[in-house]
């Protein structure tokens, strides 16, 4: 199919692409919301003009409404930005359609701003030659047009198929006021094929803001459908999230992400670089700095110091909204002595301050008392208890170790954060936070690491005695490490070399690992803006589900621009008192009606704002909108007939 297409645009080129410009690609923006999902394709050719002397717009265009009377004159509702930035409520809901300024971004792309239509006449002049007619293919050529004509064409379409003559064309209906939007006009305006039962397919999305919107979607046959319908229609939230966005609340959490991603980036900047022969030190970027007297008396009061028996979890039965847990997890107080180092270390001004903060805790973990012994398994936790019970020499760490340890107390660290604020609000269970990142730790090492690592960690105290099989009659002890021969290259480590292994690192594992922290992060920015936009509490554990579930995006590096967009399935009867008596930001309507030779589908696109390019808009500019008081639409209308050949 796709193959006969592309020979279509071949001939086109060689016949028209002197005076046009022809692309066989995705369809423009402008195109898929005129015309839905359902019609556009994946790949079309687009026959039109570019003109690249103009500039780009760099502003959106005005809202289509005549500054409607507001309840009081100071109210602001510009959610640009953060999503916990606002001050709406509930209520305000009732004119997010029409007053919010969505300016954050125009609708169409950029290229788009060069396109030009060709006059409409022209277009169908190449559409009726036979040669165009009669080509082998099948999908559809567009014609971008001018709109100049007295039916404002902005759009031809021509659908090669074997079986059928099929044709489209998209016009400018003009602006609409919303009440004049009625099932009774559409249906007359459609115009059934003789003998055929309407179906009628409907959409209305509500702008919340110009990070969220629900999309509000069902099907009828009936002969004078619904056009609101938020009893029996499947809901969709629509949410992105920017990192730089982050607001005061939650920024000290995407923080910690940012350090973990930087450290891990550094790790395998300079691993890369021996393996190409060149050797370095490694640096660490991340800290603010810190005396290293003063270090050196926090390290070693963290762990002489007896650590409370019960943290600030409060009574089980008080019951906190998602914002003061997370408030609380801020300045919980931490329990486990890596924990707590981890926030002492990640302080150090570079790497040979953080080296030295290392030497410090170790010959603090050989000298003192520790009573804050450490519970978390991680490495730095093990050498600690194996310093203290005097079952280990003092470790000398090079190399990258001191940032493989500090990343790996870091990342249980900060997932413990996490769990305190998804489990104390009641989201959801630590098991659904942790199962996308074991499933994908054990793809990584083939289900064998755990017992490798359990033999690799065991003490001196608990090592194999007499001769073991297969290894040869020596005592295995932590200064022999032959446990890690089903590790990759990815793990940096050379199986022919044994000695004392300060630190594990996996360069895979840990990008998996740092991938569901960010993900559970953005699912912690998700419910925040249902929370402080609508208020729903009651979905809270199905959108957790919903998110944590899905396989994490894989991230490498976290930047202010790194977006993530989810689409979020909620029952009708959770948002139907918010919108009810809204009109939506925008409508696609389609009718579709046949009988045994005539399929005719028409498509009414209602936008409160115009969606097409300044450029391409200006032959359908109009002053309608200036004498209304009501809320209108831009409005444009679609139509296809395919018939019999």
């Known amino acids: 199919m796709l193959v006969n297409l592309a020979n279509i645009y071949a001939e086109l080129m060689r016949k028209y692409g002197d005076s046009h410009t022809i692309t066989y690609s995705a369809p423009p923006s402008y195109l898929t919301r005129l015309v839905g999902a359902r019609e556009s394709e994946k790949k079309i050719v687009l026959v039109y003009k570019e003109d690249r002397s103009g500039s780009i717009t760099t502003t959106t265009p005005a809202k289509l409404l005549v500054k409607p009377e507001r309840r009081s004159s100071n109210t602001d509702l510009d959610l640009t930005g953060s999503p916990l930035k606002d001050d709406c409520i509930v209520d305000a809901i009732a004119d997010l359609s029409l007053d919010l300024q969505i300016v954050n971004r125009n609708p169409w792309k950029q290229d788009e701003e060069y396109h030009r239509g060709v006059p409409a006449d022209k277009a169908r002049a190449i559409i009726c030659t036979e040669s165009f007619q009669q080509a082998d293919g099948q999908g559809s050529v567009w014609f971008l047009c001018d709109g100049s004509d007295f039916g404002h064409t902005l759009l031809l379409q021509y659908e090669y198929h074997p079986t059928h003559f099929s044709r489209g064309i998209v016009t400018y209906s003009g602006v609409v006021p919303a009440y004049m939007v009625t099932s009774q006009s559409l249906v007359r305006e459609h115009g059934m094929s003789a003998g055929a039962q309407l179906e009628t397919y409907i959409e209305n999305?509500?702008?919340?803001?110009?990070?969220?919107?629900?999309?509000?979607?069902?099907?009828?046959?009936?002969?004078?459908?619904?056009?609101?319908?938020?009893?029996?229609?499947?809901?969709?939230?629509?949410?992105?999230?920017?990192?730089?966005?982050?607001?005061?609340?939650?920024?000290?959490?995407?923080?910690?992400?940012?350090?973990?991603?930087?450290?891990?980036?550094?790790?395998?900047?300079?691993?890369?670089?021996?393996?190409?022969?060149?050797?370095?030190?490694?640096?660490?970027?991340?800290?603010?700095?810190?005396?290293?007297?003063?270090?050196r008396e926090s390290i070693n009061k963290t762990m002489t110091e007896v650590s409370g028996f019960t943290d600030v979890f409060a009574d089980g039965h008080a019951e906190y909204d998602i914002e003061e847990v997370v408030q609380r997890a801020k300045h919980r107080s931490l329990m486990d002595l890596t924990d707590k180092l981890w926030e002492l270390l990640k302080s150090c001004s570079c790497y040979k301050d953080l080296k030295v903060a290392f030497n410090m805790l170790f010959q603090c973990a050989v000298r003192c008392n520790i009573v804050n012994t450490p519970t978390n398994k991680n490495r730095l936790?093990?050498?600690?208890?194996?310093?203290?019970?005097?079952?280990?020499?003092?470790?000398?760490?090079?190399?990258?170790?001191?940032?493989?340890?500090?990343?790996?107390?870091?990342?249980?660290?900060?997932?413990?954060?996490?769990?305190?604020?998804?489990?104390?609000?009641?989201?959801c269970s630590i098991s659904l936070l942790k199962g996308s990142s074991e499933s994908g730790n054990s793809d990584v090492n083939d289900g064998s690491s755990t017992n490798d690592l359990s033999k690799l960690r065991k003490s001196l105290h608990n090592a194999m005695r007499g001769?073991?099989?297969?290894?040869?009659?020596?005592?295995?002890?932590?200064?022999?490490?032959?446990?890690?021969?089903k590790q990759t290259v990815s793990n940096y480590q050379n199986d022919d070399e044994s000695g004392f292994k300060n630190s594990n690192f996996n360069e895979r594992e840990s990008m998996l690992q740092l991938s569901k922290l960010f993900q559970i992060h953005c699912t912690l920015e998700h419910l925040l803006m249902i929370h402080v936009n609508m208020n729903l509490p009651n979905v809270y554990a199905d959108v957790c589900t919903q998110l944590l579930n899905k396989q994490p995006r894989l991230v490498e590096s976290i930047d202010d621009n790194l977006n993530d967009v989810v689409d979020i399935q909620i029952s009708a009867h959770y948002v139907r008192e918010h919108l009810d008596g809204k009109d939506p930001h925008t409508r696609r309507i389609t009718m579709k009606s046949e009988n045994k030779y005539r399929k005719n589908t028409t498509t009414f696109y209602f936008n409160f704002e115009n969606i097409c390019p300044p450029e391409l808009a200006k032959c359908f500019q109009c002053d309608d909108k200036e004498l209304v008081k009501e809320r209108t639409y831009h409005c444009w209308l679609y139509r296809k007939i395919r018939t019999l050949k």
Not at 467 to 485: E, F, Q, V
Request: charged share 20%; net charge negative; hydrophobic share 35%.
């Open 467 to 485: 001769d073991a099989p297969g290894g040869g009659g020596i005592r295995k002890t932590l200064l022999h490490n032959t446990a890690g021969s």
């Open 381 to 427: 936790a093990e050498i600690i208890s194996n310093l203290a019970n005097s079952r280990l020499a003092m470790p000398c760490l090079s190399g990258t170790e001191p940032l493989e340890l500090l990343l790996e107390i870091g990342l249980e660290k900060v997932h413990k954060d996490y769990e305190f604020i998804f489990t104390e609000s009641k989201m």
């Open 205 to 295: 999305s509500y702008q919340i803001n110009p990070h969220m919107s629900l999309l509000c979607s069902w099907s009828t046959p009936a002969p004078l459908p619904l056009l609101i319908n938020l009893s029996g229609c499947n809901v969709l939230l629509s949410q992105a999230f920017r990192v730089g966005d982050c607001s005061p609340l939650t920024e000290d959490f995407m923080n910690q992400i940012r350090i973990l991603a930087y450290i891990r980036e550094d790790i395998v900047s300079c691993h890369r670089d021996e393996q190409a022969g060149v050797h370095r030190e490694p640096i660490y970027r991340c800290g603010s700095g810190i005396d290293m007297d003063e270090l």
